[in-house]
């Protein structure tokens, strides 16, 4: 295989592909060179990597992968802060950023961290890195763009700034001479140096001239429960299929529907990562009990061969449910937030009349709708499950409503009071009109 190397904003797969013949993944995320390892590329270049909202990739992988004898190089971002760190167990950082992580004059994250756009953009920048500005305005002032005072001043609002919102624009308008923000803005346009695409496209070079160079690492890499856990897991995942996407994309109505319930998958699981939490296994167990009771799986052997059937081990099928789990979460969460849109999606699939014009003849029914008995709720239960939505009783009715937005069993009960209601109205006035 070839050389593997991660970037993203920084650098694009064509600017690597024109300087190293590799083949060049996203951000590099947890797993990630765990997962390359096991193809024995001739080496592992590290540039972008995720920071927060997904889980950073491992020392420990990185550590492997050195172990198996793979070079592992890092510079610019994510790959020169491991690079700083592992420098002392063979991992090979390059740049000057790298330099600064591994003497001490750098220390934080927010130096080379970047917001930035999405895979389908090419992960445009949209905010300027720390080190960046640093080397930017040390230019401008060696130049005499900016006075000692300037700099100083543009480097202590860049650094206060949240790194998401770093951008020239805002930093600045800190700056008391009108005339001196003036010519640094015309300045920057060719004055800018963008110091993390520098030292990517430097390792790149050093890759190109190292690969094949002996690489033996006598440091052994601790079998850990964690990263045992972290090794399962990768094995176990359920490989991409992309003609089965295919297949699905010439059902494009389907695709689309498809496609945005993956999305909120995606979404839950970033939030929940962002808050810390993780489904326990009391939530596991009830996504599994719905899904079983949903697909009839009420016998072991039958879930086992539904497992294969739909290519997932044990592990992926946890996986799965444990994003049901999340979008559950998130859903009770933010109900309240998502009202408002989930009216626009009514009006875009051209129902919210049908369930409007619904909604304001119940009112009027229940404002004259006699109260129930226990027994009638019990009754009514019955009738909305069995009859009204051909399915079994859920055991737990205090999740079930609390997954749809709903306060709680008694929220429920009422709801399908008033259906009950308005449904054998409706009947009784059907009946009347064919007498």
């Known amino acids: 295989m070839t050389a593997v190397v991660f970037a993203g904003p920084t650098l694009s797969a064509k600017a690597v592909a024109a300087h190293l013949d590799a083949t060049v993944l996203p951000p590099v995320r947890q797993g990630d060179v765990y997962r390359v390892t096991r193809d024995k590329p001739s080496a592992i270049g590290i540039i972008d990597g995720y920071f927060e909202g997904v889980p950073s990739v491992w020392h420990k992988e990185i550590l492997w992968a050195m172990e198996q004898g793979i070079p592992v190089y890092g510079s610019a971002s994510m790959g020169a802060l491991r690079a700083a760190e592992l420098a002392d167990f063979g991992m090979i950082g390059v740049g000057r950023i790298f330099d600064d992580y591994h003497s001490g004059v750098l220390q934080d994250d927010d130096e080379v961290a970047v917001l930035h756009g999405p895979a389908e953009l090419g992960y445009p920048s949209l905010s300027v890195p720390m080190v960046s500005i640093r080397t930017t305005v040390e230019r401008a002032r060696a130049e005499g763009v900016l006075s000692d005072e300037g700099a100083q001043t543009l480097l202590r609002v860049s650094k206060e700034t949240q790194y998401k919102k770093r951008q020239w624009e805002g930093i600045v308008k800190a700056l008391t001479g009108g005339s001196e923000i003036t010519s640094f803005m015309a300045w920057l346009p060719n004055g800018y140096v963008d110091a993390k695409a520098e030292d990517a496209l430097a390792m790149l070079v050093q890759m190109a001239q190292g690969i094949g160079d002996d690489t033996s690492h006598s440091h052994r890499t601790e079998r850990t429960l964690m990263w045992n856990s972290l090794r399962r897991r990768v094995e176990a995942e359920t490989p991409s299929d992309p003609a089965v996407i295919n297949e699905l994309r010439l059902q494009p109505a389907l ?181």
């Open 255 to 435: 695709f689309a529907e498809v496609r945005d319930r993956a999305l909120l998958h995606v979404l839950a699981r970033d939030e929940a990562h962002r808050r810390g939490q993780t489904p326990d296994r009391d939530a596991l167990v009830q996504q599994m009990t719905a899904h079983r009771d949903r697909a009839n799986l009420t016998r072991h052997a039958d879930l086992m061969r539904w497992l294969d059937a739909n290519d997932l081990s044990p592990n992926t099928y946890e996986d799965m449910l444990a994003d049901a789990a999340r979008l559950s979460a998130v859903s009770q969460d933010r109900g309240a937030d998502i009202e408002a849109p989930l009216l626009n999606e009514l009006r875009r699939a051209g129902i919210y009349s049908q369930l409007r014009d619904r909604a304001t003849a119940k009112a009027e029914l229940q404002a004259t709708a006699p109260l129930t008995t226990g027994s009638d709720r019990l009754r009514m239960v019955l009738w909305y499950f069995e009859t009204h939505l051909d399915q079994e009783v859920p055991d737990d009715l205090e999740s079930y409503a609390r997954s749809l937005g709903l306060s709680g069993r008694d929220a429920f009960y009422e709801l399908i009071e008033i259906e009950y209601l308005y449904c054998q109205k409706a009947v009784t006035t059907d009946d009347s009109n064919h007498e």
